[in-house]
């Protein structure tokens, strides 16, 4: 009996251990991948790039044969060209200067590719949202380092439909200082930070720009509190811009920040990133943009 | 609503015919122990009528001429023949002898209610001494291993013992240990459920076709019944194991009239692998064990007066300690620490059977559930005896539970042969902590992170009847209303019933089934391991109830020498599930529950073939599932339907006892399952730059659907024999079982890995048990 026992322990020891093997993948055929944001009033940019299977080497390289063509409204339309870099002459990305986005125009985008199937995407580019106004105080949160935090009440009316936007602030100032002649010039991106928690996603922490929906105020005055650190004591310029944004491209964001902060955690559930690239992958997004600018003394 | 329970009530109170009747009533037990029979067949040999005897044994029989001729019959027992003639209500307690190796092959005619009689469709009885009879997992025999051999019950991943019923969730079994629910049915991360085969007299699997009795849950019950103890001689049984051994003792108080039953088991890895794991670890002491504990009272006060009080308590630990102290330079370095996991169930129940009268029988429950989860870690680091003394000491708290308080209150009444009426009421409060957070160190506590605890009542009333139309054609026919009041929101739902049995003829019926139910808690679960991490929550103001409704449609046909077959197709659609949103983990525990989670639909349809052969020298059953089973929530696969994770398109077992004597037993199971369906990136490509929006440069993992990627497809054979042998003090078995008996290397999970020699990465499989010799050494005196 004693025997049997110890003989079964052991062999239990032996074969109750994890054991992996390596499995076979089906084949993934490349596909083109297409990246872009069409912005209304700046000029067009397409990245173009090839897709691979998920055991390859993350290593991208911009495709430098496609034929890219924009058409607009599905009447106009434009070839862009390839561009390439300064320096090195690499290829980084499709354009044109011919072409001026238009907000409320509906623009679909064709690449392809020999031996690629073609990718295409449709989107409509959002009519801009004037900046009714915007409040800026600034107060002193650590009294020992005189540090300061600016709080911002941004309000604008929002239109009927389901509508997104991108809110960023820039400032730039000047300062003279004994050891140079000309001024030295302080500007900078302000990392936001929203007061309602909706808008805060934690895995967008860390952006300088806050991405939000329309769902708390769909057509009506909205009122978006949020705060950042602007340079204390000197005379900024103070740009809000409210940028307009593609559901589009609301969608890819918020997906892929979400894939990006859950890549080290094996208990998350995966997050599917949303594209639009019909017989491809990646992104056309489209915006169109209203700045509001301010004069701001950083002083309490 | 409520007023509209009441009419259906008195609608269906209604359409019993009252005729001058004779009753005949008791009780049906096997002779060798008194333990109740249940699911026993009563039969009029004259009308060819007949009932069988519900959860205590108990059956009531009436018809409408003085000369009597019954039949009663049970599965390994001799059945009995009573004629006599009567001229009043009369009560007629029975015994039957259990069949002996060799009767069992000759008497075909013993056997329960036969599968095409019964207008109930979408359940199985498996008798005990069968799920005992058939391959274990390291020699611990499991029902609900067992149960996932059936067709329309799919397991979950490798080795674990959650039950996926119809396309449902674990969290939709009601599994009732004694008419009580338990929530956690796990030892050792689900690899064990803590149903010790010992103590359990009967288990049944209702899939569809739910009577009205049955509410709380949407995919499956399974009812399970302890053994009452012995009411004639003091008996014991129990096995010696490689992890566990168990022991159960059972015996009268008083002969005929009061019996116990104690049961028990524990594992004791920690103890054999403590010298190994001590070398290994330093000198750590560390280990895991559970143990579990079944006790049960049975008295009977006089005829028509019988008391139970039914004990479940069971642990799951795991604990890890070290205590460490070491001096340099005249300084004493001390570093403490402790690691706990541990969980468990306490569940009770005081039963009393009242029969009222002849034709009414009463049975009334008061219960108490407690599930506990505990996850703790304790650091106590300190520096004595140098310059300056330090101390820093941590701990992180982690629990969670549920707590139940339930009355409840059956009836049977039967008020002819024609119509077999059941109604009752419950109530449970329950008191949820879904999961709190404490963390204390030597300058601050942290308290109360993550949810508080919730107080809920769930009530519930039904009415169901089986009516026989006529000899032919059969319905049950019932409705269940339940309600749930939570954060003074106030859920309810009428869930009416359907089913019926056509008899094509003496051997085969059709049957069809419409159900609808609610189900007032969810389970939060992200591994399907069924580890105690998951979380039982009640429904809430902002998540609402699971609901709902199923229809299925059967063809079934008793053959000669006891087989059975039918086949059967369902459809079920869902709504109210809860599926953690992407990006979602269980390590957010600073997170409310409610924020982590999306609500939407789910559906299942298939095709279950069932061939089982119950008596004979060989028994054994053939399930062949073909199903569907998917889930659509709108921030989850972009509103898209997706493959449930345990959707298995082929789902085959096949279990075999056979004896080939009196001494040796076999017994084989193999099983066939599709792949699980899990989320697997196929593709990466370029990402945007936006770093203003937190974008870096680099890639995207490019998933088709959520669970686009299936493993690869599950198979396995257990093999198993037992020697048998009479001894002077009783019997003792030698058990050798083989689990996956062609070293199999089924996948438990998958992970992108990287190959270090050719410089690639690679897609692995992780396997848990190859093939895994086990022996156990039984007895029973």
């Not at chain 1, 995966?270 to 003394?297: C, E, M, R, W």
């Not at chain 2, 051999?149 to 080795?159: A, I, N, W």
Request: proline share 4%.
């Amino acid at each position: 009996m004693k025997k049997i026992i110890t003989f079964a322990i052991i062999l239990l020891c032996l074969f109750s251990c994890q054991r992996f093997f390596e499995m076979e993948l089906p084949d993934k055929e490349p596909r083109l991948v297409v990246n872009a944001d069409l912005r209304a009033g700046e000029p067009v940019e397409v990245f173009v790039s090839q897709s691979k299977h998920v055991m390859e080497v993350a290593d991208f390289q911009a495709v430098d044969d496609a034929k890219v063509e924009l058409i607009e409204d599905g009447v106009r339309s434009y070839e862009l060209s390839l561009i390439r870099g300064e320096e090195n002459n690499d290829p980084i990305s499709y354009g044109s200067d011919n072409i001026e986005i238009k907000p409320g125009s509906e623009y679909q985008l064709i690449v392809s590719k020999p031996g690629l199937p073609t990718a295409s995407a449709t989107v409509r580019v959002p009519f801009p949202v004037e900046i009714d106004n915007v409040n800026l105080t600034t107060r002193i949160i650590d009294p020992s380092t005189r540090a300061t935090i600016t709080d911002f009440i941004l309000e604008f009316e929002d239109p009927l439909e389901e509508n997104f936007y991108e809110i960023s602030v820039y400032y730039r100032g000047e300062m003279d200082v004994s050891w140079r002649d000309d001024p030295m010039v302080f500007e900078e991106l302000v990392e936001l930070e929203a007061k309602n928690p909706v808008y805060q996603k934690e895995y967008l922490i860390g952006s300088t720009n806050l991405i939000i929906d329309d769902v708390l105020f769909n057509g009506r005055k909205a009122q978006i509190d949020f705060s950042g650190v602007l340079m204390p004591e000197l005379e900024l310029e103070v740009t809000i811009t409210l940028r307009s944004i593609s559901k589009e491209y609301y969608d890819y964001v918020h997906t892929l920040a979400l894939q990006r902060f859950n890549s080290q955690d094996p208990f998350s559930q995966p997050v599917q990133v949303y594209d639009n690239i019909v017989d491809g992958y990646g992104i056309l997004g489209a915006s169109a943009s209203k700045k509001y600018v301010l004069t701001h003394f950083g002083e309490t | 609503m409520l007023r509209l329970f009441l009419i259906s009530c008195f609608i269906l109170s209604a359409s019993i015919s009252y005729s001058q009747n004779i009753t005949i009533s008791g009780t049906v037990k096997s002779s060798e122990n008194g333990e109740v029979l249940i699911g026993a067949t009563v039969q009029d040999n004259i009308s060819r009528r007949g009932t069988v005897t519900n959860q205590f044994g108990y059956y009531s029989f009436s018809k409408d001429t003085s000369i009597t001729s019954l039949s009663f019959s049970y599965v390994g027992f001799q059945p009995e023949k009573v004629e006599f003639n009567i001229l009043k209500d009369t009560v007629l307690h029975i015994q039957l002898e259990p069949l002996n190796e060799l009767d069992e092959v000759i008497v075909e005619s013993s056997r329960s209610e036969p599968i095409h009689e019964s207008a109930q469709m979408g359940n199985i009885n498996v008798p005990i001494r069968q799920i005992k009879s058939m391959p274990a997992l390291m020699g611990e025999v499991d029902v609900l291993k067992v149960l996932q051999l059936l067709p329309g019950v799919q397991s979950g991943v490798e080795g674990a013992s959650g039950l996926y019923v119809r396309g449902g969730s674990p969290d939709q079994n009601l599994i009732l240990l004694d008419g009580v629910p338990v929530y956690n049915v796990s030892h050792l991360f689900g690899f064990f459920s803590l149903f010790n085969a010992d103590a359990l007299n009967n288990v049944e699997l209702v899939k569809g076709g739910f009577p009205a009795r049955y509410g709380g849950r949407l995919s499956s019950v399974i009812d399970i019944n302890m053994k009452e103890g012995n009411m004639k001689e003091f008996h014991g049984e129990g096995g010696i194991g490689l992890v566990a051994s168990r022991l159960t003792l059972e015996g009268p108080i008083i002969k005929d009239r009061t019996s116990f039953l104690i049961s028990g088991r524990r594992t004791y890895i920690d103890y054999l692998a403590k010298p190994l794991i001590s070398n290994y670890s330093d000198g750590d002491n560390l280990g895991y064990y559970f143990y579990d504990v079944n006790a049960k009272l049975n008295h009977i006060v006089n005829d028509k007066n019988r008391i139970f009080f039914s004990l479940y308590a069971g642990d799951d630990v795991g604990y890890s300690k070290s205590d460490r102290s070491h001096v340099i330079n005249g300084e004493t370095f001390t570093d403490k620490s402790e690691f706990g996991l541990s969980w468990g169930n306490l569940i009770s129940a005081l039963r009393w059977n009242h029969v009222f009268s002849n034709k009414l029988f009463g049975n009334f429950t008061a219960s108490y559930t407690k599930y506990n989860f505990r996850l703790f870690n304790e650091n106590d680091h300190s520096r004595v005896g140098g310059e300056e003394d330090f101390e820093d000491y941590y701990l992180a708290d982690y629990r969670s539970g549920i707590r139940d308080y339930a009355l409840k209150a059956d009836f049977d009444y039967i008020p002819n042969s024609n119509n077999y009426i059941r109604f009752g009421l419950s109530n449970i409060f329950h008191q949820f902590s879904p999961g709190v957070f404490a963390g204390i160190s030597k300058t601050d506590t942290l308290q109360n992170l993550g949810a508080n605890q919730m107080d809920s009542q769930e009530y519930a009333a039904y009415i169901e009847n089986d009516i026989a139309v006529t000899n032919t054609l059969k319905f049950n026919v019932g409705l269940h209303y339940s309600g749930f009041l939570v954060d003074n929101q106030h859920y309810n739902y009428l869930q009416p019933r359907l089913s019926g049995r056509y008899m094509l003829d003496e051997k085969s019926s059709i049957k069809f089934s419409f159900v609808t139910m609610a189900q007032y808690v969810h389970l939060l679960t992200n591994a399907g391991l069924g580890l105690p991490t998951d979380l039982w929550v009640p429904v809430t103001s902002n998540i609402g109830p699971q609901r709902s409704w199923q229809g299925s449609l059967g063809y079934f046909k008793s053959l000669t020498h006891g087989l059975e077959w039918s086949v059967e197709g369902y459809y079920k659609d869902m709504n109210g599930l809860i599926e953690y949103q992407d990006g979602a983990s269980f390590l957010h525990i600073n997170k409310n529950w409610e924020d982590l989670v999306e609500v939407g639909r789910g559906r299942s349809y298939g095709l279950e073939m069932f061939v089982q052969k119950k008596l004979g020298k060989t028994t054994g059953w053939l399930g062949y599932t073909l199903s569907k089973t998917e889930r659509k929530f709108e921030n989850i696969n972009f509103n898209r339907w997706f493959p449930f994770r345990y959707d298995r398109t082929h789902d085959v077992s096949l279990t075999v006892s056979h004896k080939l004597s009196s001494k040796i037993h076999l017994s084989g199971t193999w099983v066939y399952g599709t792949g699980n369906a899990i989320s697997f990136p196929s593709t990466i490509y370029q990402s945007t730059n936006n770093p203003e929006v937190g974008i870096a440069p680099g890639h995207v993992e490019h998933y088709e659907s959520r669970n686009n990627f299936r493993v690869r497809d599950y198979h396995r054979l257990d093999l198993g024999v037992s020697f048998v042998k009479d001894t002077r003090w009783g019997v003792r078995t030698w058990n050798v079982s083989v689990y996956n008996a062609y070293n199999r290397m089924n996948p438990f999970f998958v992970d992108i890995g990287f190959n270090q020699q050719a410089g690639t990465k690679m897609m692995e499989q992780y396997s848990l048990f190859p093939i895994l010799p086990s022996v156990m050494y039984g007895f029973k005196f």
